[in-house]
């Protein structure tokens, strides 16, 4: 249990003597558009437009699995020749496209244009595009832009474009509050309420909200609190407006999930008494969750290959709370200052590695023979052709992973490929 009393003062960064092995060459990720998957679910009246090419549209519609019952907050207003040539002017159709959007969707409170890769490369400002759209639609819509382009990013950092594209936006407020900024399940969300509510700490905000038209507050008295280890350039501009970070573990499994509620708790002067008696049963209980899948897990190999952002907080759990021996945790941005209490929580002895040169770090995956490989859904099946057992990387975000209460599922999705592997072995 952690003991709030004995929390370091302040908010200093720590190090670590893990050497960082730094690649740049061919990568293996899906782009920005696919944070648009699990957006429109959380942001229940926002509507995401993206600008691009039928493979835009081809993409996000694959990830997102659409069932045909339903009807999506996503769309692709698509470029044609006529539009990449120049010969139509790409502005006025994309007017007329939200117009007959808007006219068809009246729920819609929050239009995102989400640009693309052929969209930056025919240099349509979307920027502008979404400040004309705005003025002739609030208040009853509000128009926003950001980048979902793959161009130089992996496929989490859209979240982080969309979220800083509203920071403009935020209302600014000097009263003291505490900000949990990135994306978490609903059920997630009802859950950490209810822990900071029996704190006492509060009034609690979560970024994004449930409806992207409710934006909280923020200004020199807000704490952010991170749910997600990607949404630097978003905690940056929130910091620009006076906000202060709050170093701490990501809330996965019982250790994590407790060091995160500690970072606040302390913040806020929370009572150490108090702290114990409401996180104690909670983490007991997730610790237990978590013990079933021991006997499963514990002294297997791991390889974690670069792709959400999540591999270094996901390795420390794995690690710590199951007994997987780390071979390499590979993360596609090694942002030290968001991941500042989670590398100390490392072994010394692995491998530490930011971006990627697929070839070799597959010659390192393949000299290594792990138990198990976390990666992209591109990689998973070649290397499965191969006998790895894999896990794919992107279920970590579409499922419910934070907090105490799912601790033991995160623990279960990566049983679940090495107990089906036994199970199919002849």
């Not at 003062?9 to 920005?32: A, H, S």
């Not at 470029?79 to 502005?91: F, M, P, T, V, W």
């Not at 980048?147 to 496929?155: R, V």
């Not at 806020?268 to 108090?274: E, F, I, K, R, T």
Request: glycine letters at 8%; one cysteine or more; proline letters at 6%.
């Amino acid at each position: 249990m952690t003991d709030l009393s004995a929390l370091p003062p302040g908010d200093g960064l720590r190090g670590t003597t893990i050497p960082v092995l730094r690649e740049r060459g061919q990568r293996e990720v899906f782009c920005g558009l696919t944070g648009i998957v699990w957006l429109h679910r959380k942001m229940q009246d926002a509507f995401f437009l993206v600008v691009g090419s039928r493979t835009c549209a081809h993409l996000i519609q694959s990830a997102a699995g659409v069932m045909i019952f339903s009807e999506p907050r996503f769309g692709t207003a698509i470029l044609g020749d006529r539009d990449l040539a120049g010969i139509a002017d790409a502005n006025d159709e994309l007017d007329r496209l939200c117009v007959q959007l808007l006219e068809r969707r009246p729920d819609i409170g929050t239009l995102f244009l989400v640009g693309s890769c052929p969209s930056e490369v025919i240099k349509l400002d979307l920027a502008k595009a979404a400040e004309r759209l705005s003025a002739q639609l609030l208040p009853r819509v509000r128009v926003v832009s950001y980048s979902g382009s793959g161009i130089e990013t992996t496929f989490t950092q859209g979240e982080d474009s969309a979220l800083g594209a509203l920071v403009p936006l935020m209302p600014r407020s000097e009263a003291r509050q505490l900000l949990v900024v990135g994306c978490v399940a609903d059920v997630v969300e009802d859950q950490f309420r209810r822990v900071f509510d029996q704190l006492g700490i509060g009034p609690v905000a979560f970024f994004p909200a449930r409806r992207a038209g409710d934006l909280p507050s923020v200004g020199p008295n807000t704490d952010l609190l991170l749910a997600q280890p990607f949404v630097g350039n978003t905690v940056r501009a929130l910091e620009s407006l006076g906000a202060r970070i709050l170093e701490a573990p990501y809330p996965f499994g019982a250790e994590g999930t407790t060091e995160w509620f500690a970072a606040a708790a302390g913040a806020w002067g929370v009572d150490n008494a108090l702290f114990q008696t409401v996180t104690k049963p909670l983490e007991d209980r997730a610790r237990k969750a978590v013990s079933r899948h021991v006997p499963r897990l514990s002294g297997k190999s791991l390889f974690l290959m670069p792709d959400s952002q999540l591999e270094i907080p996901i390795a420390r759990f794995l690690n710590r709370e199951l007994g997987m021996r780390l071979i390499e945790v590979g993360t596609p941005h090694l942002d030290r200052r968001l991941v500042a209490a989670e590398l100390p929580l490392l072994p010394d002895d692995i491998t530490l590695s930011e971006g990627q040169d697929v070839e070799r770090q597959l010659d390192r995956l393949r000299a290594a023979a792990p138990d198990l490989v976390l990666c992209g859904l591109g990689l998973a099946n070649p290397l499965e052709a191969e006998g790895f057992a894999t896990k794919w990387s992107i279920e970590l975000v579409f499922s419910p992973v934070h907090g105490y209460e799912q601790a033991g599922d995160l623990a279960e999705l990566f049983a679940r490929p090495l107990d089906r592997r036994e199970r199919l072995r002849v």
